[in-house]
């Protein structure tokens, strides 16, 4: 007579020939375990990041320039970030270079390296007849001669500007004009070859000092 097994013996059965693929039920558990660990350290492994030094940087004026800022890539991709600029909105790719003025920098690293900045690294420098110098860099953390930080400002620019704040993206003015902001990059220390300021741009100048004296006071 043959006895149909129990619901425990078929368990047991079960549990039987799973432990058999697996070894053990420990060793099962720790190959999970494992997985995940390797899962999980996948996705937190950052991009390598693009080397960014003093010499990456170089006068406005060899920038390719769109409306009223300078743009360039440290990946050779300058016509791809050309053209995120002219067109004026969209994800700017790898490596994309942007400035306003001689001594605040932003520059793309790859997807996935700082997602609260959306991978924009910031840079202040001191620039001079010898070139660049990095004086700050970071990410969400970096704030400039005038106590701004760059991160703050620009995360207000809404998201399909990817940080970009020209003057009607969504960030708070600054007290610079581009009547000011157009003289002050004639003024790059680092051009061989600067453009002579005119009588209008000298004017600009003044402003700015004034404008500037107010802000560093504050
Ligand atoms: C007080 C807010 C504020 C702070 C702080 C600030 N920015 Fe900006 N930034 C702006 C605004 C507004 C513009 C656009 C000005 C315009 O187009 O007339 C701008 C323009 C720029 C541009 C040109 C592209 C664009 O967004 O229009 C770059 C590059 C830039 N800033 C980098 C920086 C860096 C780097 C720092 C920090 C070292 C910084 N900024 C700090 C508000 C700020």
């Not at 420990?26 to 190959?31: G, I, V």
């Not at 899962?39 to 320039?65: E, R």
Request: with cysteine.
């Amino acid at each position: 007579m043959t006895i149909a097994p129990t619901r425990v013996q078929r368990l047991v059965a079960g549990d039987q020939r799973s432990n058999r693929r697996w070894g053990s039920p420990l060793r099962a558990m720790a190959a999970a375990a494992l997985m995940t660990v390797a899962v999980g350290y996948a996705d937190a492994a950052p991009p390598t990041a693009i080397a960014v030094g003093d010499s990456s940087f170089k006068c406005l004026k060899d920038m390719v320039k769109v409306r009223h800022f300078y743009v360039d890539n440290l990946q050779g991709h300058r016509e791809a970030t050309r053209k995120v600029a002219a067109k004026g909105k969209g994800r700017y790719p790898t490596g994309s270079v942007i400035q306003l003025v001689p001594g605040e920098v932003m520059v793309k690293q790859p997807k996935g390296f700082n997602a609260a900045t959306n991978d924009w690294e910031f840079f202040e420098l001191d620039v001079s007849k010898e070139g660049s110098k990095i004086r700050k860099r970071g990410f969400a953390d970096v704030v400039n001669r005038f106590g701004g930080n760059c991160f703050t400002c620009h995360v207000k620019a809404r998201p399909e500007f990817d940080f970009v704040c020209e003057n009607d993206h969504g960030c708070d003015p600054i007290p610079i004009t581009r009547r000011m902001l157009a003289a002050l990059q004639k003024t790059d220390p680092r051009c061989t070859k600067p453009d002579p300021l005119t009588d209008d741009d000298q004017h600009a100048l003044k402003e700015l000092d004034e404008v500037l004296k107010t802000m560093s006071a504050k």
